[in-house]
C-alpha cells in the first residue's frame, strides 16, 4: 500500500521530524489519513461540545431574543441577568452548600473507616482474615438502588430523613474504597511496618504515622472519586430528602425543572451552575481522574 | 504459614524473633478494632438492608406504615412474575442497554484510536470526549429536555436544517423518546470508555507499530489487524462495566420522562420507585428489586463467559 521508511533512530528528533509518536515516518497517502482523521475528529470535538456551549449561548440572553429565535447561538447584547435572577430567587446557593458539606463528610468518613479496615486487612494477620475480605469485596456486587427501601425504613424510624447525615450514612461502606487501599497498602515494603513493630510502635501508630503518610496518591484518587461520586449522586438524596432547602444540587435542579414557569434562559442558567464544580474539579485534576480510571480495571 | 514465610525471605532479623507482623493476643483485638468503624457501616448500611430486602418480600409492608407487615408467602413474587407492568418495564430496561451499550463501546473505541493518532493537542479532545461524564444527571437531563422540546428544541432545528420538514416530538413520540434519551446518554458517558480505550492504545508498544509499518501495512491495516486485536482486555472491562451501568438506568429517564409516554420509557428501577416509593407497597416493591438484581446478576453472567469466549477465539 504506502511506502514507508523507518525513522532513523528513536530519538527526540526523530519523533520531532515524523510528528508522530510511534516513530514512523509516513509517506504521503498516511499523512492524507491523518489528515482526514484529525478532520474527523475535530468535527465530532465540536459535536460533543455544541450542547454545552449552546447551554452557555442561551443563558446570557435576554427573553426576547429568545421569544424571535429561540435555537439562536448568539446574542446581541449578552446580559448575566438570568444568572443574578436565579441565584438570587432560587436556592442553588442553599444546594451548593449542602452538596459540597455531603459529599466532603461522605468523603472523610470513606477514607478514614476504608483505609483503616483495608490497613488491618493489608498487614494485621487475623483469624478469618480472608472471609473478612471475600465478605467485603462481595459487597461491590450489591447495587445500591436494591437497598433504597431499607435504607429509607431505617432512616425513617431514627428520625434523620431531611437531615445530612441521612445523604451521607448510606454512601460510607465503599467496597471499591477499601479495595484500592490495600491493594496500595500491599505495595508497602512489609520491612519497613515491621521495623516499625520491632522498635515497639503500636499498630494504629503505625497505620498513621508511617502508612497513611506514603499513601498519598492513593488517598487523594479516593478522595477525588467519591467526591465526585457523591456530588453526583441522584437516587438516594433524592429520596433521603424533601425539604428544597435541605437538597443536594443535583436533586435541587430537578425541582427547578419541575418549576414550569421559568423561562428557557433561566433554566440553562441553572444548568449551567449545575455543571460548574465539577468542570472545575476536573480541570484541575485532569490527570489523576483520568488515570485513575484508566487504573481500575487494566492492572 | 508463618515460620516458612520468615526463613525463606533472606534473615533480615534473627530466625528466633518472632515475627512480629503476626498478631497474638491483643493484636487480635487491635484488627477487631481497625475493621469496626468500617464494619459497622458495612452491616448497618449494605449486607443489614440486603438480608432485610430478602425478607420484606415475603411481607405486605408498606412505607406509610412502617414495618414488615403481615406475612404474604411467595404472593408477592406470583404478583410481580404475572404481571405485565413488571415484564414491560424489563423489556424497557433491555432495549435502553441494547441502544446504549453497542454506540457505547464502538463510538468511545472509534475516538480513542483516531485521538490516539493526534500527534498534539490530545488534552482537548480528552477534555472535549469526557467533560459531559462528570455532571450530574440533572444537568444533563435539564439540557436535554430543551434541546429535544418541540419546536424551540435544539434537536428540531437541526433537523430541519437537515431537510426533514416535520421532525418527531423526540421525548414525547412512543417511537422515539427511548432513543432519544439513549442519545443523550451516549453523549453523556462515553467519555469514561474513551478513557479506558486510550489508556489500553497507550499501552501498546511502539515497536508493534514499527514492525507492521516495515511490513508494508498502511494505516487502515496496522488499525484492524494489528491494534484493534490488542485492545481486547479492554473491550472485555468496557462491556460489563457498560452492560451494568445500562440495566441500572433510572436518573436521566426519571427526569426527562418519568418513564412516559404511556410507559414506553418505564425502566425495571423506576418501576421498583413507583411501587415503593409512589404506590408505598414496600414489600412488593423489594420483591421486584430482589428479582431485578438477580436477572441483572444472570445477564452479567452470561455476557461475561460470551465475551470471555470471543475473546479466546479471537
Given at each position: 500500500?504506502?511506502?514507508?521508511?523507518?525513522?532513523?533512530?528513536?530519538?527526540?528528533?526523530?519523533?520531532?521530524?515524523?510528528?508522530?509518536r510511534y516513530?514512523?515516518?509516513?509517506?504521503?497517502?498516511?499523512?492524507?489519513?491523518?489528515?482526514?482523521?484529525?478532520?474527523?475528529?475535530?468535527?465530532?470535538?465540536?459535536?460533543?461540545?455544541?450542547?454545552?456551549?449552546?447551554?452557555?449561548?442561551?443563558?446570557?440572553?435576554?427573553?426576547?431574543?429568545?421569544?424571535?429565535?429561540?435555537?439562536?447561538?448568539?446574542?446581541?447584547?449578552?446580559?448575566?441577568?438570568?444568572?443574578?435572577?436565579?441565584?438570587?430567587?432560587?436556592?442553588?446557593?442553599?444546594?451548593?452548600?449542602?452538596?459540597?458539606?455531603?459529599?466532603?463528610?461522605?468523603?472523610?468518613?470513606?477514607?478514614?473507616?476504608?483505609?483503616?479496615?483495608?490497613?488491618?486487612?493489608?498487614?494485621?494477620?487475623?483469624?478469618?482474615?480472608?472471609?473478612?475480605?471475600?465478605?467485603?469485596?462481595?459487597?461491590?456486587?450489591?447495587?445500591?438502588?436494591?437497598?433504597?427501601?431499607?435504607?429509607?425504613?431505617?432512616?425513617?424510624?431514627?428520625?434523620?430523613?431531611?437531615?445530612?447525615?441521612?445523604?451521607?450514612?448510606?454512601?460510607?461502606?465503599?467496597?471499591?474504597?477499601?479495595?484500592?487501599?490495600?491493594?496500595?497498602?500491599?505495595?508497602?515494603?512489609?520491612?519497613?511496618?515491621?521495623?516499625?513493630?520491632?522498635?515497639?510502635?503500636?499498630?494504629?501508630?503505625?497505620?498513621?504515622?508511617?502508612?497513611?503518610?506514603?499513601?498519598?496518591?492513593?488517598?487523594?484518587?479516593?478522595?477525588?472519586?467519591?467526591?465526585?461520586?457523591?456530588?453526583?449522586?441522584?437516587?438516594?438524596?433524592?429520596?433521603?430528602?424533601?425539604?428544597?432547602?435541605?437538597?443536594?444540587?443535583?436533586?435541587?435542579?430537578?425541582?427547578?425543572?419541575?418549576?414550569?414557569?421559568?423561562?428557557?434562559?433561566?433554566?440553562?442558567?441553572?444548568?449551567?451552575?449545575?455543571?460548574?464544580?465539577?468542570?472545575?474539579?476536573?480541570?484541575?485534576?485532569?490527570?489523576?481522574?483520568?488515570?485513575?480510571?484508566a487504573?481500575?480495571?487494566l492492572? | 504459614?508463618?515460620?516458612?514465610?520468615?526463613?525463606?525471605?533472606?534473615?533480615?532479623?534473627?530466625?528466633?524473633?518472632?515475627?512480629?507482623?503476626?498478631?497474638?493476643?491483643?493484636?487480635?483485638?487491635?484488627?477487631?478494632?481497625?475493621?469496626?468503624?468500617?464494619?459497622?457501616?458495612?452491616?448497618?448500611?449494605?449486607?443489614?438492608?440486603?438480608?432485610?430486602?430478602?425478607?420484606?418480600?415475603?411481607?405486605?409492608?408498606?412505607?406509610?406504615?412502617?414495618?414488615?407487615?403481615?406475612?404474604?408467602?411467595?404472593?408477592?413474587?406470583?404478583?410481580?412474575?404475572?404481571?405485565?407492568?413488571?415484564?414491560?418495564?424489563?423489556?424497557?430496561?433491555?432495549?435502553?442497554?441494547?441502544?446504549?451499550?453497542?454506540?457505547?463501546?464502538?463510538?468511545?473505541l472509534?475516538l480513542a484510536l483516531m485521538t490516539d493518532r493526534?500527534?498534539?493537542?490530545k488534552?482537548?479532545?480528552?477534555?472535549?470526549?469526557?467533560?459531559?461524564?462528570?455532571?450530574?444527571?440533572?444537568?444533563?437531563?435539564?439540557?436535554?429536555?430543551?434541546?429535544?422540546?418541540?419546536?424551540?428544541?435544539?434537536?428540531?432545528?437541526?433537523?430541519?436544517?437537515?431537510?426533514?420538514?416535520?421532525?418527531?416530538?423526540?421525548?414525547?413520540?412512543?417511537?422515539?423518546?427511548?432513543?432519544?434519551?439513549?442519545?443523550?446518554?451516549?453523549?453523556?458517558?462515553?467519555?469514561?470508555?474513551f478513557v479506558i480505550y486510550l489508556a489500553a492504545l497507550q499501552e501498546i508498544p511502539?515497536?508493534v507499530h514499527?514492525?507492521?509499518?516495515?511490513?508494508?501495512?498502511?494505516?487502515?491495516?496496522?488499525l484492524?489487524?494489528?491494534v484493534v486485536?490488542m485492545l481486547?482486555?479492554a473491550?472485555?472491562?468496557?462491556?460489563?462495566?457498560?452492560?451494568?451501568?445500562?440495566?441500572?438506568?433510572?436518573?436521566?429517564?426519571?427526569?426527562?420522562?418519568?418513564?412516559?409516554?404511556?410507559?414506553?420509557?418505564?425502566?425495571?428501577?423506576?418501576?421498583?420507585?413507583?411501587?415503593?416509593?409512589?404506590?408505598?407497597?414496600?414489600?412488593?416493591?423489594?420483591?421486584?428489586?430482589?428479582?431485578?438484581?438477580?436477572?441483572?446478576?444472570?445477564?452479567?453472567?452470561?455476557?461475561?463467559?460470551?465475551?470471555?469466549?470471543?475473546?479466546?477465539?479471537?
Open positions: 500500500m504506502a511506502t514507508l521508511t523507518r525513522a532513523p533512530a528513536r530519538t527526540a528528533a526523530a519523533s520531532a521530524r515524523t510528528g508522530n516513530g514512523v515516518r509516513y509517506a504521503g497517502s498516511e499523512r492524507l489519513f491523518n489528515r482526514v482523521t484529525l478532520g474527523v475528529l475535530l468535527a465530532l470535538a465540536l459535536l460533543w461540545l455544541a450542547p454545552l456551549a449552546w447551554a452557555l449561548a442561551t443563558s446570557i440572553r435576554t427573553p426576547a431574543e429568545l421569544a424571535t429565535d429561540p435555537t439562536a447561538w448568539i446574542s446581541d447584547n449578552p446580559t448575566l441577568a438570568n444568572y443574578r435572577e436565579v441565584l438570587g430567587a432560587g436556592r442553588i446557593p442553599y444546594w451548593y452548600v449542602n452538596s459540597f458539606i455531603t459529599s466532603a463528610l461522605t468523603t472523610l468518613l470513606t477514607v478514614c473507616t476504608a483505609s483503616l479496615a483495608a490497613f488491618a486487612l493489608s498487614r494485621l494477620r487475623f483469624r478469618y482474615r480472608r472471609p473478612v475480605f471475600l465478605l467485603i469485596l462481595a459487597g461491590v456486587m450489591i447495587p445500591p438502588q436494591l437497598l433504597m427501601i431499607p435504607h429509607f425504613q431505617t432512616l425513617q424510624i431514627t428520625g434523620m430523613l431531611n437531615t445530612y447525615w441521612a445523604v451521607i450514612l448510606p454512601q460510607v461502606p465503599n467496597v471499591v474504597a477499601v479495595f484500592v487501599f490495600k491493594q496500595f497498602f500491599d505495595g508497602i515494603p512489609v520491612e519497613l511496618t515491621d521495623a516499625a513493630r520491632a522498635d515497639g510502635a503500636s499498630w494504629l501508630r503505625i497505620y498513621w504515622q508511617i502508612v497513611m503518610p506514603l499513601s498519598r496518591p492513593a488517598i487523594s484518587a479516593v478522595t477525588i472519586f467519591v467526591f465526585v461520586w457523591s456530588w453526583n449522586n441522584f437516587l438516594w438524596p433524592l429520596l433521603a430528602v424533601t425539604d428544597p432547602q435541605m437538597m443536594t444540587l443535583p436533586v435541587g435542579l430537578t425541582s427547578v425543572q419541575d418549576a414550569f414557569g421559568l423561562p428557557q434562559a433561566q433554566l440553562m442558567a441553572s444548568a449551567v451552575l449545575g455543571a460548574l464544580p465539577l468542570l472545575t474539579v476536573f480541570l484541575f485534576f485532569q490527570r489523576r481522574i483520568v488515570e485513575g480510571i487504573g481500575t480495571g492492572k | 504459614m508463618s515460620a516458612t514465610t520468615t526463613t525463606t525471605a533472606p534473615a533480615a532479623r534473627p530466625a528466633a524473633e518472632p515475627a512480629p507482623r503476626h498478631t497474638t493476643g491483643s493484636g487480635r483485638w487491635t484488627a477487631s478494632g481497625m475493621l469496626l468503624p468500617f464494619g459497622a457501616f458495612y452491616v448497618v448500611f449494605l449486607l443489614g438492608p440486603l438480608v432485610y430486602t430478602g425478607i420484606a418480600g415475603f411481607f405486605n409492608g408498606s412505607l406509610v406504615k412502617g414495618g414488615l407487615g403481615s406475612w404474604v408467602g411467595l404472593e408477592n413474587y406470583r404478583q410481580a412474575l404475572g404481571s405485565a407492568d413488571f415484564w414491560s418495564s424489563l423489556g424497557h430496561t433491555i432495549w435502553f442497554t441494547v441502544l446504549t451499550t453497542v454506540p457505547l463501546i464502538l463510538i468511545a472509534a493526534v500527534s498534539r493537542g488534552w482537548f479532545f480528552r477534555l472535549a470526549f469526557f467533560a459531559p461524564f462528570m455532571l450530574p444527571s440533572s444537568v444533563i437531563s435539564l439540557l436535554f429536555m430543551w434541546i429535544y422540546a418541540d419546536e424551540i428544541g435544539l434537536a428540531g432545528s437541526v433537523a430541519k436544517l437537515l431537510g426533514v420538514d416535520a421532525p418527531p416530538s423526540w421525548l414525547g413520540d412512543p417511537n422515539w423518546a427511548m432513543i432519544s434519551i439513549a442519545a443523550a446518554t451516549v453523549w453523556w458517558t462515553v467519555g469514561f470508555n511502539r515497536e514499527e514492525a507492521a509499518a516495515i511490513d508494508g501495512a498502511g494505516p487502515w491495516q496496522r484492524r489487524l494489528v486485536p481486547g482486555r473491550t472485555t472491562l468496557v462491556a460489563v462495566l457498560q452492560l451494568v451501568a445500562s440495566l441500572k438506568v433510572f436518573d436521566q429517564i426519571y427526569m426527562m420522562t418519568n418513564g412516559g409516554p404511556d410507559d414506553v420509557t418505564r425502566p425495571s428501577l423506576l418501576y421498583v420507585y413507583q411501587t415503593g416509593f409512589t404506590d408505598g407497597r414496600a414489600g412488593y416493591a423489594s420483591t421486584v428489586a430482589l428479582l431485578l438484581f438477580v436477572i441483572i446478576l444472570l445477564i452479567s453472567l452470561v455476557w461475561f463467559a460470551l465475551i470471555r469466549r470471543t475473546e479466546k477465539e479471537a
